[in-house]
């Protein structure tokens, strides 16, 4: 989900240079959730984790 999130925020600084206001901000939301919903996911397999 981390590749996820790195893919679509280079899509958007790529945009954003090509002058793609729209894509840049669409891309930009997406790595944005994608980032959160990856922490949060990440918190809770720390905290729940395997119990042997």
Do not use: C, D, E, Q
Not at 2 to 9: G, I
Not at 11 to 37: E, R, S, Y
């Amino acid at each position: 989900m981390l590749r996820w999130t790195v893919t679509f925020l280079i899509i958007a600084i790529v945009a954003a240079i090509f002058g793609f206001g729209g894509i840049a901000a669409g891309a930009a939301t997406i790595a944005k959730i994608l980032f959160f919903i990856f922490i949060v996911l990440f918190l809770l397999s720390l905290i729940g984790g395997r119990r042997v």
